[in-house]
C-alpha cells in the first residue's frame, strides 16, 4: 500500500513539473500582468526566453480597420495686437466759443484708454478630433480637425476718472478719440455739455467721438487648424517605432479688434443708436500647403508609451483686413477692404504619453507647440480718418502656439 502511495505521489510531481517547465517555454509567458497577447511583460530578457512578438501596442492597435480620436486641448499663443491710445480725457471745441479757437482742447488729455488695456493673456480651452484608416502594412490616413472658439479680451473707460481727479470744469469726464473726416451722421447729440440753448451755440462738441460718455473695445481670437495625412511606418525594432509623415494643412488665424463709443445728452442723461458708433477691424489669415515630418514612438512597458512628433510647413498665407465704421442705427457706414499674400513657414512638435489600457482604446497626455513665421498683425488696429480707414498692420516674425492636450481613441 505504501509503495502505491509513494508512486502516485511521484506522478503527479513529475506531471506539474513538466506543467511548468511548458509554461515557461510558452510565448504567452512573456505576456504579463494586463499586457495582452504580444506584451512584452515583466520576464523580458529572461535567460532561455523566446523574443516577444510583435507589434507591441504602438500606435493604433491591430493589423488593419479605422479609428476615431478625440482630444481636450488648452492653448495660449503670442499676443499680436499692437499698443495704440484709444481715447484721452477731455474734449475739443468744436465751435472755439469756449477757448476762442476753434478744435482747442479742454481737459488734462491724460490717456483713458488704450489697446493694452486687456489685462492678462488667458489660456484658449478648445477640441481636435480626428478620424482614419490603418492599412495592413501599417500605413495610417489620418483626417483631424482642431479647433479653439472665439474667445474675447474687453477693456472700458467712463466719465468716471481715476478717483474723480480732474479740473475743476469735470471736463475730463468726456472722453475723446481724434477721428476726423466723418460724416454727419456721426456727429452726436447736440446737447453734450449742458451749456446748448443757454447762449452758447448748438453743438458745442461735435462728433461722437468728441465728448464721448464710455468707450469700450473688444479683442477676440480664434484658431483652427485641419490636416490631411498619411503616416508611413519606415523602421522598428522590438521597443520602438519610427514614422514618416506627409500631407496637406491649413492653419486658419482670426482676430477681430471692436470698438464702441457713446455719447449722451447731458440734460436727459439719455442717448439714442444715432449716438453709438461702432469700428470694427477684422484679420482673417487662411494659411494653406503641404508638411512632412517624423514621428518615433518608445515602449516603456507595462501597455505604456512615449512618442515625438516634428513636422515643417511651408503654407501661403491669403489675409483678409477688413474696417468699417458703422452707427447703431445702421443708418451710415463706411468701411475699407484689402487682401493680401504672402508666404508663412510653420515648424511644429508634440510631446505625449500613451496608454494602451485594452485592445481598441488608447488614452493620451501630452504637450504640443506650433510656431509660424512672417503671419501678419495689427500694429495699430484702428485708422481713424473715417473717409480713409487706415490701420497700420505689421508682420509678426514669430508666432507661438503652445499648450497641453489630454484625450482618448478608439479603433474598430
Known amino acids: 500500500m505504501k509503495t502505491r502511495l509513494r508512486r502516485t505521489f511521484a506522478v503527479l510531481l513529475a506531471t506539474l513539473a513538466a506543467a511548468t517547465y511548458g509554461r515557461a517555454q510558452s510565448p504567452d509567458f512573456l505576456q504579463g500582468p494586463g499586457l495582452g497577447a504580444g506584451g512584452l511583460g515583466d520576464s523580458a530578457g529572461l535567460p532561455g526566453a523566446p523574443s516577444p512578438n510583435l507589434p507591441l501596442p504602438l500606435g493604433n492597435p491591430g493589423s488593419q480597420g479605422f479609428f476615431a480620436y478625440t482630444d481636450l486641448v488648452y492653448l495660449t499663443q503670442t499676443w499680436t495686437l499692437g499698443n495704440q491710445t484709444v481715447a484721452?480725457?477731455?474734449?475739443?471745441?468744436?465751435?472755439?466759443?469756449?477757448?476762442?479757437?476753434?478744435?482747442?482742447?479742454?481737459?488734462?488729455?491724460?490717456?483713458?484708454?488704450?489697446?493694452?488695456?486687456?489685462?492678462?493673456?488667458?489660456?484658449?480651452?478648445?477640441?481636435?478630433?480626428?478620424?482614419?484608416?490603418?492599412?495592413?502594412?501599417?500605413?495610417?490616413?489620418?483626417?483631424?480637425?482642431?479647433?479653439?472658439?472665439?474667445?474675447?479680451?474687453?477693456?472700458?473707460?467712463?466719465?468716471?476718472?481715476?478717483?474723480?481727479?480732474?479740473?475743476?470744469?469735470?471736463?475730463?469726464?468726456?472722453?475723446?478719440?481724434?477721428?476726423?473726416?466723418?460724416?454727419?451722421?456721426?456727429?452726436?447729440?447736440?446737447?453734450?455739455?449742458?451749456?446748448?440753448?443757454?447762449?452758447a451755440p448748438p453743438q458745442l462738441l461735435y462728433g461722437i467721438w468728441n465728448g464721448a460718455g464710455t468707450m469700450t473695445i473688444q479683442y477676440t481670437q480664434e484658431f483652427t487648424d485641419v490636416d490631411l495625412g498619411v503616416r508611413v511606418p519606415v523602421f522598428e525594432t522590438p521597443y520602438s517605432k519610427v514614422y514618416g509623415l506627409a500631407g496637406a494643412r491649413m492653419d486658419w488665424f482670426f482676430e477681430r479688434f471692436k470698438w464702441r463709443a457713446q455719447a449722451f445728452n447731458t440734460i436727459s442723461g439719455q442717448s439714442d443708436p444715432t449716438d453709438v458708433a461702432f469700428y470694427t477691424n477684422t484679420?482673417?489669415?487662411?494659411?494653406?500647403?503641404?508638411?512632412?515630418?517624423?514621428?518615433?514612438?518608445?515602449?516603456?512597458?507595462?501597455?505604456?508609451?512615449?512618442?515625438?512628433?516634428?513636422?515643417?510647413?511651408?503654407?501661403?498665407?491669403?489675409?483678409?483686413?477688413?474696417?468699417?465704421?458703422?452707427?447703431?442705427?445702421?443708418d451710415a457706414q463706411q468701411k475699407r477692404s484689402l487682401n493680401d499674400l504672402d508666404f508663412s513657414p510653420s515648424v511644429g512638435g508634440n510631446f505625449n504619453l500613451w496608454w494602451y489600457p485594452t485592445a481598441g482604446i488608447q488614452v493620451r497626455v501630452g504637450y504640443q507647440v506650433n510656431t509660424w513665421f512672417n503671419t501678419h498683425n495689427m500694429q495699430q488696429p484702428i485708422g481713424f480718418d473715417f473717409s480713409n480707414i487706415d490701420p497700420v498692420y505689421g508682420k509678426q516674425t514669430f508666432r507661438l502656439m503652445h499648450g497641453l492636450n489630454v484625450g482618448f481613441g478608439l479603433f474598430f
Not at 512615449?306 to 447703431?328: H, I
Request: charged share 20%.
Open 88 to 199: 484721452v480725457r477731455g474734449f475739443r471745441d468744436s465751435t472755439g466759443f469756449l477757448t476762442g479757437r476753434p478744435g482747442g482742447f479742454i481737459g488734462s488729455g491724460t490717456e483713458a484708454l488704450n489697446t493694452n488695456d486687456f489685462g492678462r493673456r488667458s489660456y484658449l480651452p478648445g477640441y481636435n478630433i480626428g478620424i482614419g484608416f490603418k492599412s495592413e502594412d501599417g500605413t495610417s490616413y489620418i483626417a483631424k480637425f482642431l479647433r479653439t472658439p472665439r474667445y474675447s479680451y474687453v477693456a472700458g473707460a467712463s466719465l468716471v476718472p481715476r478717483n474723480f481727479e480732474g479740473p475743476n470744469n469735470l471736463a475730463d469726464t468726456f472722453l475723446y478719440s481724434p477721428v476726423f473726416n466723418f460724416s454727419p451722421q456721426f456727429s452726436g447729440t447736440a446737447n453734450r455739455t449742458g451749456l446748448e440753448g443757454n447762449g
Open 283 to 330: 484679420l482673417s489669415q487662411r494659411l494653406y500647403g503641404p508638411y512632412i515630418g517624423a514621428s518615433h514612438e518608445i515602449y516603456l512597458g507595462r501597455n505604456f508609451s512615449l512618442s515625438t512628433d516634428m513636422t515643417g510647413a511651408l503654407l501661403a498665407n491669403f489675409t483678409k483686413q477688413r474696417a468699417k465704421y458703422k452707427l447703431a442705427s445702421d
